[in-house]
């Protein structure tokens, strides 16, 4: 059993496995007391007072109380991400790693500026952001699998895009607040129509990956054999 564990975890690419990991050791450090949620939970006074940068970092770490909920948003991390990474995003770990930068950034911004803006109000009172940045990559990946056929507990079924509103009412129906899952949405929206739409639309390209992120993560090479010219003599 614990071979197929360590097999699974190591076929995890990259950008995943490194999520992951920092997930479960942040949110069992604070089950542990090792720290506590209040050092790593986002607080703009903090940070910009403070300078507790980290914050802005560590939010999305963080995913509650190690019981059925954690598991659960683990498991949606795990399968999601994988997917995106190893389909939509292969051979592009750079790429994948500025979606979830510009997500978090989104994220980041709106709940900031909740205070100050009357219609993102109800979203100043996020203070971890984790749940939220998985939502938006469950968010992506549906958009960009709209014909995949899916199944909720086996009561009823239907295909990929239906799958965050499906999240959400059942986020709802077990008394949890719809903004965690709405803002996560908002973000994942906001890069489907940003990469996958307006492209489309317009023919120019507003999400460029940074070089300096580029640099950090080298796109795999991809090797095609030529096949050898008529006449050419073959090696045995």
Known sequence: MAQLVEDWYKQMPII???????????????????????????????????YEVWRLITNFFYFGKLDLDFLFHMFFLARYC???????????T?????????GGTILTIIVVGGGLLMFAAPFADILFLSNSLTFMMVYVWSKRNPHVQMSF????????PYLPWVLLGFSVMVGSSPWVDLLGMAAGH???????VYPLMTGRRILKTPGIIKALFPEDTVLVARPAPAGAPHRD
């Not at 607080?43 to 007072?49: E, F, M, P, T, V």
């Open 94 to 102: 750079a790429d994948f790693f500025f979606m979830l930068l510009f």
């Open 16 to 50: 995943t496995r490194t999520y992951l990991t920092l997930s479960v050791l942040t949110t069992a450090g604070c089950a542990l007391e090792v720290i506590s949620p209040f050092d790593v939970y986002l607080n703009s006074k903090l940070i910009i007072h403070n």
């Open 190 to 196: 906001a890069y489907y129509f940003l990469e996958d």
């Open 153 to 160: 507990l086996g009561l009823f079924s239907f295909t990929a």
């Open 82 to 92: 994988k997917l995106l990474e190893d389909t939509s995003f292969r051979g592009r």
